[in-house]
């Protein structure tokens, strides 16, 4: 009888197990990135999952015939590892032999192996499979990878419990237009919007959650800052004090990203190019304040797209940030859970966040008291029976609490500079794409 | 201007903070889990997000009045740590003060503050922001956080990527009657029934990647052990020798998992009284195999049930394993991307991983030559423009390849031997609950 012991894991080669075996043996499986023939010999361009290897041919040390690879091909070779300062990283791969495990069909129809892809980004949809292999392009989705790393690392650490939501939600619940309507066995039902009833529901069993989950909105933009499928950063804390508490735990938890990227993800960005901003703190104007910065009426009810870019050119100038939050925006513009201001009930206890020009974040302080709520519900012309399940967590008791959402592609697109959306999602999903 | 820094985060307390502060104050927000009265003083235990804490009142030593608070009440605690060897962690406050923050509308409806909540499970799902509360119930959830953290862990040591794949998919792309359909701005879509070829893709570019997200399937069961919305733990690998490389990383990533549950979920793991199975390598039998310990017929095309339990029951018996792989099933009942086997094509190179009597993992080596998947699914009277983009990614060059899915909610019932995997789901979703 077969056991799955005593079988030795396949690894996937890394930098440090090449300059290990310097004068040594390497053995691994690896795409052809590219070929370059000189006289007498080439440069056969190898890459895996994480690197970009160079390796040397030449028919007088290496058995296989360079014939039988093209571009795109899958090899496995045996080489020699040797220093050799000219190559990215310092080493270099005589080859010795390798065997074709794969070729290719057809040619690659994009410059994969340029240092830029240098395709509009339509080009890039409708060859998303290929041009994800171009260096810089797959570079973007391990920063995406760490962006979601730090973010949970420090919200473990701060006591917050990784919860899982459902995305198939009952019709209405968040109520709106930009909803994608499903039927569930009968019933008409929706894709949620955020975890915003869900992750409130969590805090009254685990005090602090987050979730790292699919957010859909059915929106018929097609801009370069919209997706209809996006991942959400979402938290929810329980006994705070006011919302400033949920923008103070943001801010902290950005600095751990920025740090946490800068730790582990040196290499990806390099290839990117990427300036990461500077976080120390990040200034607060109320949403008033902002439209005197604007120079705007008070009667403006929101803020536009170049309203974020002029606040946050204001803020770096002002303040030297590339964030800045705005906080208590009118009630009218923001949801029935929101707490109402103190000061005035006009306003409600929420924020945003923005950053290098674009709001990255919606956070604020939810009602936590039962009677508040119904109250609220009767203003906003809402029934209790509108929202479902929602209103028995505060009918058996909630603690004060806030939290926000993150859309992770923004910030990712905003932390590399990238110019569209999309080169921030695998595979984006816009009005107009849907496959792959 | 106000700024977001000179703020202290608000913090969560723990075990620790308690232990060192014995002899002196305590300050934190928690809820009112249990008041019991005794003659002349109260315990009065505290619930927060990770413990609970037993607590004194006495209107002697408290300023507060122990009849403006209630179970379910939301309190922030002004206290005296001090030990206590018979209270739970051996430590016990005496409430020196405490101020309200939030006070429930009505009287729990289920016994949140029992060991065992003790309903039925219909009922637990009707108020599931309730049973929630209870310490047990909601024990399962660290539980199920903590086996996507070691999942996780394991897999980035192991060098995948972790992505993100969209969920709304174009129709029809693994085609099958148990889909749930949507509208996408005027095409017809549906919801991911797994994320096959989107991880499948990013073998292309990452060699080896990993996805934590929810699996949509449409199926009318309505049993103790379907889901119709679960979190599915993929993963998929380039440069496999076969689909044993899968399986010995499967058997790697298990027993790292349950180390990390015995690392960091010891509290949990003993108020479920969790016995986590004993991993050194897992038995592999072929599905031929599988039969002939059943008894059965060759004739038979897949496993019941019963014969899942039978064959764990068998496998713990004769080889002292709790999991038992079957692998080579007949191609016909796997999926079209699945690999023929090289003895006999009308096997396929896939397998499944029974736990405790459960199927909890599918997988397999798939097809990674264009040719022979087109010749594959002119047998299986498909065409290659009914898997949209899916296609291209062969086209353009694919290394040998695998992986497999696994269902969270099934892992985590069968680790804590649960009755229903409802109890493994925060928000279950099946035909008859859609709501909360």
Chains 1, 2 share one sequence.
């Not at 870019?309 to 303040?319: P, S, T």
């Not at 936590?368 to 058996?396: C, Q, T, W």
Request: net charge negative; hydrophobic share 40%.
């Amino acid at each position: 009888m077969k056991k799955t012991n005593g079988k030795d894991l396949v690894k996937e080669i890394t930098l440090d197990d090449i300059k290990k075996s310097i004068g040594g043996k390497v053995v691994f499986g690896a795409c052809v990135h590219k070929v370059r023939s000189m006289s007498g010999f080439a440069f056969v361009i190898l890459r895996t999952g994480g690197y970009i290897f160079q390796s040397v041919y030449s028919p007088e040390t290496c058995k296989a015939n360079i014939d039988d690879i093209c571009e795109g091909a899958y090899i496995r070779i045996v080489g020699e590892a040797k220093e050799e300062k000219r190559a990215v990283y310092g080493v270099e791969i005589t080859l010795l032999d390798f065997t074709v495990l794969s070729k290719p069909e057809a040619q690659y129809p994009l410059h994969v192996s340029d240092r830029k892809i240098g395709c509009p980004i339509e080009t890039s949809m409708q060859y998303r499979s290929v041009a994800l292999r171009n260096p810089r392009e797959r570079a973007v989705f391990k920063i995406a990878e760490g962006v979601c790393g730090g973010f949970r690392e420090f919200m473990i650490k701060e006591g917050f419990t990784e919860v899982h939501t459902p995305k198939i939600n009952a019709a209405g619940a968040e109520g709106g237009a930009n909803i994608f309507k499903l039927e569930y066995f009968g019933q008409e039902a929706c894709l949620a919007q955020s975890p915003q009833f869900y992750k409130q529901t969590c805090v009254a069993f685990f005090d602090r959650v987050f979730e790292i989950a699919p957010v859909y909105r059915a929106e018929k933009h097609n801009s370069t800052r919209h997706l209809n499928e996006y991942i959400g950063l979402d938290f929810e804390m329980g006994f705070i004090n006011d919302m400033t508490d949920v923008m103070a735990m943001e801010t902290a938890m950005l600095k751990y990203v920025v740090e946490y990227l800068e730790e582990n993800y040196q290499k990806e960005l390099k290839i990117l190019e990427a300036k990461l901003p500077k976080i120390t703190s990040i200034p607060i104007v109320t949403f008033f304040e902002a439209l005197d910065i604007l120079g705007k009426s008070h009667k403006q009810a929101d803020l536009d797209p170049q309203d974020e870019i002029k606040l946050c050119e204001y803020a770096k100038e002002n303040w030297d940030s590339e964030f800045i939050f705005v906080e208590k925006f009118p009630g009218r513009k923001r949801p029935f859970y929101a707490m109402d201001s103190k000061e005035d009930e006009k306003l409600a206890e929420s924020f945003d966040l923005l950053f290098r020009g674009l709001e990255i974040t919606t956070g604020g302080q939810r009602i936590h008291d039962y009677n508040e709520l119904v109250s609220k519900m009767e203003r906003y012309n809402m029934k209790p029976e509108d929202v479902g399940a929602y209103m028995e967590i505060f009918r058996y008791g909630m603690p004060p609490h806030g939290g926000l959402g993150i859309g992770l592609e923004r910030l990712v697109m905003k932390l590399l500079d990238l110019q569209n959306i999309r080169q921030a999602s695998l595979f984006p999903r816009d009005i107009n794409h849907l496959d792959p």
